[in-house]
T-cell receptor, first 114, second 114 residues
């Protein structure tokens, strides 16, 4: 009964391909996030959704498109993958969008672009 | 611009001793701080937080100290246990009136030896 799950765990693909990463939370939370951890170990927020509405959209290339079909799911679609997209992507969720709401992270998806 | 810095990439401490992990920040708007712990192949998990109206917060073996004038916080673990071996991330947020956005440091790897 994993609280925040991501699929796949590992993803290896060629440059130029399009891929998706899925995230699901069973905590009943209203807010979900996508973070990227690059090779220098910086963990940076990319997007956040609250009740399926986009509330945070950092300076991310528009090749990245989040989609929230319902409150429990937040998927990340990446078009035309580039070498620099190689990173670990973490999904997270929190009860609300207040900064005092604890964020619960998924196990991460390691994306390798060849 | 690295607004949250953890200058020690690693730390080794003997079991039973105190572990002190440090974090510095540059953004004076930050007023809520958190520590997350991360095991390999898992997502970060929330450990402890502190608001800028306090200078200390304690939870069992974990204590976070905040020095606002120095823009510095530290996490003390007493006594350290082998299970504490993990990467510890410091994070901060500002009260901007918008959705929660955490800025993370690059982490400190703690190794607790027997």
């Amino acid at each position: 009964d994993t609280a925040v799950s991501q699929t796949p765990k590992y993803l290896v693909t060629q440059m130029g391909n399009d891929k998706s990463i899925k995230c699901e939370q069973n905590l009943g939370h209203d807010t979900m996030y996508w973070y990227k951890q690059d090779s220098k170990k910086f963990l940076k927020i990319m997007f956040s959704y609250n009740n399926k509405e986009l509330i945070i959209n950092e300076t991310v290339p528009n090749r990245f498109s989040p989609k929230s079909p319902d409150k429990a799911h937040l998927n990340l679609h990446i078009n035309s993958l580039e070498l620099g997209d190689s990173a670990v992507y973490f999904c997270a969720s929190s009860q609300g969008d207040s900064r005092t709401d604890t964020q619960y992270f998924g196990p991460g998806t390691r994306l390798t672009v060849l | 611009d690295q607004q949250v810095k953890q200058n020690s990439p690693s730390l080794s401490v003997q079991e039973g001793r105190i572990s002190i992990l440090n974090c510095d920040y540059t953004n004076s708007m930050f007023d809520y701080f958190l520590w997350y712990k991360k095991y390999p192949a898992e997502g970060p998990t929330f450990l402890i937080s502190i608001s800028s109206i306090k200078d200390k917060n304690e939870d069992g073996r974990f204590t976070v100290f905040l020095n606002k004038s120095a823009k510095h916080l530290s996490l003390h673990i007493v006594p350290s246990q082998p299970g504490d071996s993990a990467v510890y991330f410091c994070a901060a947020s500002a009260n901007t009136g918008t959705a929660s956005k955490l800025t993370f440091g690059t982490g400190t790897r703690l190794q607790v030896t027997l």
